[in-house]
């Protein structure tokens, strides 16, 4: 009901790594904005800051589960995008991740609530389908938001009935 088709692991480690280990980068404050693929917990593994926010009751407890069972420093949120972000929130975080539907309203929902979380010199990795690329690149135009670089073929899917999605 969410919207939700998991990446496959693989797929969640790699956007971990373009985070990089808080060894080489420093300990970052990263923020999921969604996170049914558990990037979470790679982000987390790499010493990094995690805080998630999700709608989906089943995966803020299995975050909870995870992170009390492996010692990871992850902090679990439940949040709707539709309801404004508190705005001491705001400026806390040196990253975020998210993987939005491919549609205008979702990307520029996501965006929106990701862009004031960042602090000045933040970065965003959002999962863009190859065929919506065009509306991506113009809802970001519209916003004023760079894209910096793509990451083609970066991401692969599986539906709950385990058919690989490109």
């Not at 420093?73 to 439940?78: D, G, L, Q, S, V």
């Not at 990701?114 to 970001?140: D, K, M, T, W, Y």
Request: aromatic content about 8%.
């Amino acid at each position: 009901g969410f919207g939700q088709c998991p990446t496959l692991p693989e797929t969640t480690l790699r956007r971990a790594l373009l985070v990089g280990e808080a060894s080489s980068v420093g300990t970052l404050d990263i923020l999921c904005i969604g996170d049914d693929d558990l990037v979470c917990v790679p982000l987390a593994a790499l010493g990094h800051r995690v805080t998630v926010f999700d709608i989906d009751h089943y995966l803020l407890g299995l975050i909870e589960r995870i992170l009390k069972e492996e010692g990871l420093t992850i902090t679990a949120k439940e949040h709707d995008l539709r309801d404004p972000i508190r705005a001491e929130e705001q400026a806390c975080f040196d990253v975020f991740l998210t993987d939005p539907m491919a549609n205008e309203e979702c990307f520029r929902l996501f965006v929106s609530r990701a862009i004031p979380l960042l602090r000045s010199n933040g970065r965003g990795f959002v999962a863009v389908h190859g065929a919506a690329q065009a509306l991506f690149e113009s809802v970001c135009s519209g916003m004023h938001v760079p894209i910096t670089a793509w990451h083609r073929r970066h991401n692969r899917y599986y539906s709950h009935f385990l058919k690989l999605h490109q």
